[in-house]
């Protein structure tokens, strides 16, 4: 498959190793062009493009967004629309500024996304695993216990698809609901980061434990 990904920081290129190393071709942007990618693009290989973040939106069949959130009105919509978007992005305000829908709880960092990429399917998902586990604690399909991604979306397909690339990636996708539902894994909930096994995860905040 063709995944795009826009952003190239921690967690976009952790998933351009996983994904490429899985046979996948990826496309990864950053804000300041491809020429500025050259090394990454060395690094990974031949699966791996550098390009614009309009080239990643329209190629790829899934798009990964994972830039800060208080750029997230950059994203290319009209690119995005029909696609499924993997959202990666958590609000932090010393960083994204502040919100105030956000700050008062009115809705969730991946609905304002969805909001905005109107035509396409979001589903929130790698935003509660560091970057560097997440590169590093994908197990095989066989093993006796894997970590846990939580996943939450309105789209029932893109959810599936999102959760297949998961498991693909070596770690077991615990569907966690809706978007509105997808506060129980954003920062400040207590599983955010807390690299638990798949189980575990699902016992907490899996929508078949509500
Ligand atoms: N770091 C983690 O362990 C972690 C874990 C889970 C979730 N997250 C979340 O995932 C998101 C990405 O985190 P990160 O740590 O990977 O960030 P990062 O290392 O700061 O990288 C951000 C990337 O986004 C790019 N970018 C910014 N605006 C863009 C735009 N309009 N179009 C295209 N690319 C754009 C930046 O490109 P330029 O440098 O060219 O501007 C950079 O490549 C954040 O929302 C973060 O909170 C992070």
């Known amino acids: 498959m063709l995944i795009g990904i826009i952003g ?63 750029r997230y009105e950059e994203l290319p919509a009209a690119e995005l629309a029909g696609k499924t978007v993997i959202d990666t992005c958590n609000y932090y305000p010393s960083r994204d500024g502040h919100i105030a829908a956000l700050d008062n709880g009115e809705t969730t ?54 959760m297949d690339l998961i498991e693909q990636v070596g770690f077991e996708p615990v569907d966690a609901g809706t978007l509105a539902q997808s506060r129980t894994f954003e920062p400040g909930a207590d599983v955010y980061t807390a690299d638990l096994w798949a189980d575990d995860l699902r016992a907490r905040i899996g929508i078949e434990a509500a």
């Open 8 to 70: 190239a920081g921690h967690i976009g290129s952790a998933l351009a190793y996983l994904f490429s190393k899985g046979g996948h071709q990826v496309e990864i942007a950053n804000s300041r062009g491809p020429e500025t990618l050259s090394d990454l693009e060395k690094e990974y290989g031949d699966n791996v493009r550098a390009v614009t973040a309009e080239q990643a939106a329209g190629d790829g069949e899934v798009v990964v967004v994972t830039i800060p959130l208080g």
């Open 109 to 162: 960092s991946s609905e304002l996304i969805q909001r905005h990429l109107s035509g396409a399917h979001v589903v929130k998902a790698f935003n509660a695993m560091r970057y560097d586990h997440l590169r590093e604690y994908g197990r095989e399909g066989g093993a006796a216990q894997r970590y846990g991604i939580p996943v939450a979306g309105d789209d029932p397909a893109a959810k599936r698809q999102a």
